[in-house]
């Protein structure tokens, strides 16, 4: 959130304009649902909300000049409670019940409301969802919850009916492409990198622009992808363990494994060059119409088969090494074919 309020989003025009309307009419419900994958821009759309919800100006905007949104801005609104968790991936029942359940009862300190933020709000452990659910049922008067999260169907069917559902979906290329270049001063080329990479999501497309390794890294991964035909296993797992070391996490090893093999998926069934983001220099779109050419269809399924089950083998503790150097020979099995 910045003092820009609902003018600092960037896209999601409908969503703002349900959020407004609502602020407008008074009709604001007591559980809301933000849904979207991280970076998406949820945090913000919920933050701002609760801003205008505590601001003292009462419009359908936080007025970011009043004492609660100076507060908001500052960290220090009492009646604006963000969930805090000991572990990165769970919230437990205890904390659900200490900072949420156990403190509905007190009213506001100076606002009309007491809003609540549930960031990871998947993360509930089952025990936690259901001690939520009575106060998402009954809540006071003055409490709104708001509950964001990457996975809602993760969530219990009774938490997910009770909540208003706010969908955050992707921005297009051309409104993050403009904010990057205007609000961070990148560079119409890097922008347009991010941005494709990113595929709507603003938080990622602002990572990658001004992480200042992506495209190096682009460059790494999609050589060892190139040469991973010519080289032994023991030199694959190197190589790859070589990536890890370097920064490069299984997602980003995977998005763009997964752009550049989808790029050629879409080349080898359309001979449309503008149909791919692979296409800034004339070595890239070359490249592109070779692996096309030398892959099958089937080899490419193979390929995008084997990056989601990268992703699927860390989640379930198989060691990110392993998992890239399995990840790899499958591309150089294919390759071969």
Known sequence: MNEKGFQGVVGHADVVAALKNALRRGRVSHAWLFAGEEGSGKHFLA????????????????????????????????????????????????????????TVGMKPYDSRYKVYILDDAEKMNPQAQNALLKTIEEPPSYVILLLLANSPEALLPTILSRCARVDVRSVPDARVCDFLIREHHVSKKEAGIAAAFAQGNVGRAKEIALGGTFASRCEAVLGLAGHAREFSLARLSSASEALLKEGAGVREIQEILRLWYRDVLVYKATGDPEMTVFRRTPEEAARVRAEAALLSYEGLGEILDAIERAGDAVRANVSPNLAMELLFAVIAEQEYG
């Open 47 to 102: 933050k701002t909300f609760a801003a205008a919800l505590l601001c003292r100006e009462g419009g359908d905007e936080p007025c970011m000049q009043c004492a609660s949104c100076r507060r908001i801005l500052a960290g220090t609104q009492p009646d604006l409670v963000e969930l805090v968790r000991e572990k990165p991936d769970i919230i437990s029942v205890r904390e659900v019940r200490e900072q949420i359940v156990g």
